[in-house]
């Protein structure tokens, strides 16, 4: 049946005979019976509605609407042809195709296997509940598979694929897609270019491809598989035992929670496990690989590349691979294996295993008993600042070893070792090549082994074994009672502080024992010769007996020594001790060697050799120390003793370095102080007794003039620094001064260099303790705070107050006061601290004392509103470079010509 030109109605067809209606022109509503019926709408926008049967209807041209058969059974097939169509199956195996143009596709509701297909444009295909195929074909369509088993295929464009409920296939096809699994253990393929596949909350076991492209896929809860193909692919794997594959290019990989399996393949990959029992395979290139936060047992392959493997809390095992890689295992009992390349590696807390493999490793131990294995090459081995149970083994090439503070056992292997026992009961083998070992503290055993090696005990009770070849072994400085032995070759035995025995392999009939110099030598019938130095026994194989006592020569430091004026000369006297006295000659080599002053212009050099006479025990040694005008602060000398014989240095020491200290002077010794002119000049003591400014108002008049001495004594000092005399006398200033006039200034005792004051601000404990106690500060650093090394200068009173007028407007003169601010604040502040003496700045400016007389607080304040912009002189007569500050003076007409 054919309609005309005109739209028409057709719907009153026969019940049972299969009909052929065909539309014209116009906008065509044509309705099959329910037989087979073929329908075509021809142009316009046709309304087709096949019912029952099996029904063909082809809309054509025009945007057409097609109804399949509805509930009615039939198999029908529907085409929209051209325009933007829909098209409506229903119950049955029903074919839709829309054709060109923007079409809708549905069967939702309907359970037949069911074919949707969009065709051209922008198409939407929604199947129902049986298993469908949906393909969407050109253009940027939407399908959705709902229940069923269900294949959509997005074909060409940015399709969005929704596969529902079912075991469903999706395939993006070529351009940008979305696709979502649902529920069922579905497949999806984002085809071509950067696609996002989706299987999140299903339990479903899935499989996710991105294929080609920058894509994006997210597993669900089930046993997913995932893979990112090519491009920089976004893989997380969620709940459940998912295999996560990079494939090629940059990929991030997380496996989230269950026992993942991650590859990274090819590209610079991110992969991280998550909850579980994972294994990461970074593949090729520069990988990162981490299960950190996580307690499962994982395996971590770095591949090839410079990888960064990070481990959990787990008994994780980790790979590197080929490439300078970085392993990590913290907490768990983790194996670590560097493979090929110069790897880092740190076990971290757990019983950990560290293999370096090939390349320049360096392997860092934690908390734990661990192992360590350097392997070829050359290796840094570090179980430093940890107390287990430590194995380090070198390997092959010039290895470092370092032990914690646990019983560890180092093997160097073979090449150049350094190994490092530290604290523990440490076993140390150097094995082959010439090897450092250094025991540390513990009851130590150290074997060379072949090589000439240096071994080293240190605090305990030592076993060292040289080996082969010619070594030195030491326990020099350290009290344990240790056992030495040589070996073959011609070794150097040096004890310690405790009893130590040397041990030789054959009887003592096989030996010759004799001393040369400082050394007892040990000669085989084999012509090896042994020196020992510092050793107590010779243990043979059938003997043990003493060897040879030669007395120990020490040397005790000096009292410091004060400088004296310029062109004056003062003398430091070095004491040499013998601890026995020697029944031949002891001679030795002087000569100073170093310290901070400057030889020739602080002291004359010596350079001698000295001789000690059979019996004698002490000898001196007397530097003559030069006065200057320079201010450079205290300075030390030092005395170099070597090329002893007769005698032995202390620990078997081949040299032993004293230091003397050069008290300047110029910088702690004002130019002018009272109680220097007063004690210095018994006449003008007598003359005005306590009266400071009259005293003062002489030296201005005429001491200066007359070349009155008015610096170089001050009463602490001389208590301090003389004990015998503070034992005599305490703090008495009339006794200590009665003795200096008398008979300390003829025997140059020190008389300046300590202040009771800077004790106290230099050493809160004791300011703590004593306050401003001048005797018990004094009495403290003869009995212990000279033996202590506690500072004694380098802050004054009236200098913090002087030069600090912010303190000085707040305390005064207040010594208590401004020397608790110095401990709490000004130090921390770096305030200065010296370098202003009031007396001095009275005695050098003679225009103030007129004005203001001696008033120490009007004094201070001049000089920091006036006197130090004015460049004053306040404390010293020369500058920094030594130079006399003459034109001040000869303004105030002191001076005609210092030099």
């Known amino acids: 049946m054919v309609i005309g030109k ?144 269900d294949t959509l295929i997005g074909d060409l464009g940015n399709d969005y694929l929704d596969g529902g409920a079912g075991d469903d296939r999706l395939d993006g096809g070529a351009g940008k897609d979305s696709l979502y699994g649902g529920l069922g253990n579905d497949s999806l393929d984002g085809g071509d270019d950067d696609d996002y596949l989706s299987t999140s909350g299903s339990l479903g076991k899935t499989t996710l491809i991105g294929g080609t492209g920058n894509d994006t896929l997210y597993a669900g809860d089930g046993a997913d598989s995932l893979n990112g193909g090519d491009g920089q692919d976004k893989l997380y794997g969620a709940a459940g035992n998912d295999t996560l594959t990079g494939e090629q290019g940059d990929d991030y990989l997380d496996g989230g929670a269950g026992d993942d399996k991650l590859d990274g393949g090819v590209g610079k990959d991110s992969l991280f496990g998550g909850g579980g029992n994972d294994s990461l395979d970074g593949g090729t290139e520069d990988d990162f690989l981490s299960t950190y936060y996580y307690s499962g047992k994982t395996t971590l392959i770095g591949g090839a590349g410079n990888d960064t493997l990070l481990a959990g809390d787990g008994a994780d095992t980790l790979s590197g691979g080929d490439g300078n890689d970085s392993l990590r295992g913290y ?237 004056g000369v003062s003398k430091m006297v070095f004491t040499i001790n013998l601890s ?150 305490g703090f008495d200033s009339a006794a200590l001064s009665n003795h200096y006039q008398r008979f300390g200034r003829t025997e140059q005792r020190p008389s300046i260099g300590f202040d009771a004051e800077a004790y106290a601000a230099l050493n809160p404990d004791l300011f703590n303790a004593f306050g401003l106690d001048k005797a018990a500060l004094i009495r403290h650093y003869v009995t212990n705070g000279q033996a202590e090394g506690r500072p004694i200068l380098g802050f004054d009173v009236e200098s913090y107050a002087a030069m600090n007028p912010d303190l000085f407007n707040a305390f005064g003169l207040n010594s208590a006061a401004l020397i608790n601010h110095y401990i709490n604040f000004g130090r921390a502040e770096k305030r200065e601290t010296t370098g202003f003496d009031v007396e001095t700045y009275a005695a050098l400016n003679p225009d103030l004392m007129d004005v203001l007389g001696y008033n120490p607080t009007a004094l201070i304040a001049h000089y920091q509103y006036a006197g130090r912009a004015e460049g004053r002189p306040a404390f010293a007569l020369s500058t920094a470079s030594g130079m006399m500050a003459e034109h001040s003076l000869g303004l105030l007409g002191m001076v005609e010509d210092l030099g």
Not at 95 to 101: A, E, R, S, Y
């Open 580 to 729: 026995i006295a020697s029944t031949s000659a002891v001679t030795f080599t002087v000569r100073t060697d170093g310290g901070t002053a400057t030889a020739g212009q602080d002291y004359m050099v010596v350079d001698q050799t000295i001789t000690m006479a059979p019996g004698t025990k002490s000898t001196t040694v007397t530097l003559n120390i030069l006065g200057d005008r320079i201010l450079e602060g205290n300075e030390t000398v030092q005395l170099l003793i070597s090329d002893l014989k007769g005698a032995q240095l202390p620990g078997g020491a081949s040299t032993l370095t004293t230091t003397g200290t050069i008290i300047d002077d110029d910088a702690i010794d004002p130019v002018f102080t009272l109680e220097a002119y007063r004690i210095l000049n018994p006449d003008v003591a007598a003359a005005f007794g306590n009266d400071d400014a009259a005293t003062i108002r002489h030296y201005i008049n005429y001491g200066r003039a007359e070349g009155r001495p008015s610096d170089g004594f001050d009463l602490e000092s001389y208590a301090a620094l003389n004990p015998d005399l503070f034992n005599a006398f």
């Open 6 to 149: 005109l739209g028409a109605i057709m719907n009153n067809i026969p019940p049972a005979a299969p009909q052929t209606l065909t539309g014209g022109e116009g906008d065509d509503r044509l309705t099959g019976g329910a037989d087979a019926d073929v329908i075509t709408g021809g142009t316009g926008n046709d309304t087709l509605t096949g019912g029952g049967g099996n029904d063909s209807l082809d809309g054509e041209d025009g945007a057409d609407v097609l109804y399949g058969d509805g509930k009615t059974s039939g198999n029908d097939t529907l085409r929209g042809g051209a325009g933007a169509d829909s098209l409506y199956g229903g119950d049955g195996d029903d074919l839709l195709d829309g054709g060109d143009d923007d079409d809708y596709l549905s069967t939702y509701g309907y359970t037949g296997k069911t074919t949707l297909i969009g065709g051209l444009g922008n198409d939407g295909l929604y199947a129902g509940d049986g298993a469908d195929s949906l393909n969407g074909g050109e253009g940027q369509d939407t399908l959705y598979g709902n229940a069923g088993n």
């Open 331 to 567: 907490a768990g009992n983790d194996t670590l294996t560097g493979d090929l390349g110069n790897d880092f590696l740190d076990g971290g807390d757990g019983d950990d295993k560290l293999d370096g493999g090939a390349g320049r490793d360096s392997l860092y131990g934690g908390g734990g008993n661990d192992s360590l294995d350097g392997a070829a090459d050359d290796d840094f081995l570090s179980t430093s600042g940890f107390t287990g149970k430590t194995i380090l083994i070198g390997g092959t090439g010039n290895d470092t070893l370092q032990a914690g503070d646990g019983n560890d056992s180092l093997n160097g292997g073979d090449g150049n070792d350094r190994l490092s026992g530290n604290a523990g009961n440490d076993t140390l083998i150097g094995d082959l090549g010439d090897d450092y070992l250094d025991g540390g503290a513990g009851d130590d055993k150290l074997d060379g082994g072949a090589g000439r090696d240096s071994l080293y005990g240190g605090g305990g009770n030592d076993s060292i074994d040289g080996g082969a070849d010619d070594d030195f072994l030491s326990t020099a400085g350290f009290s344990g009672n240790s056992t030495l032995i040589g070996g073959t070759g011609n070794d150097t035995l040096v004890g310690g502080d405790g009893t130590d025995t040397a041990v030789f392999l054959s009887n003592y009939a096989n030996y010759t024992v004799t001393t040369e110099g400082s050394a007892v030598l040990v000669i085989s019938n084999t012509g090896e010769v042994d020196t020992l130095t510092g050793i107590e026994m010779l243990k043979f194989n059938d003997r043990t007996v003493a060897a040879p006592v030669l007395p120990v020569l020490t040397a005790s430091a000096p009292r410091p020594v004060l400088e004296v004026d310029s062109g």
